[in-house]
């Protein structure tokens, strides 16, 4: 992640149209802006959520509200819970996420 040539901003998200993305049970509704090559989304992931791949890309993401479960490809399990962070370089591990209870998220990547 390189924020560059990005002037000073502010981010009303409830302004952001939200974009549905489903899973393979429950679905995500990202709301999305992009400065440079940048994203930053905030994710809210409906209860049941799993998501329908592994992903690849890095991210920095904080957990604001819920539960959500990162499973990596090799097998370990993580659970973040309000508060808690992950981070992962782009091609490092492949991950998925799932959620019983729901949970919002702020994610940079």
Known sequence: MELTAVPFGITDWSTVEPELHPGVT??????TRHF???RVRRVDYSPGYLADHWCTRGHV???LEGELHTELEDGRQFTLTAG?????GNDMEGHRSSTATGAKLFIVD
């Open 26 to 31: 429950g679905s995500a509704s990202w709301r």
């Open 61 to 63: 993401l904080l957990c």
């Open 84 to 88: 808690m962070s992950y981070q992962v």
């Open 36 to 38: 440079g090559t940048t």
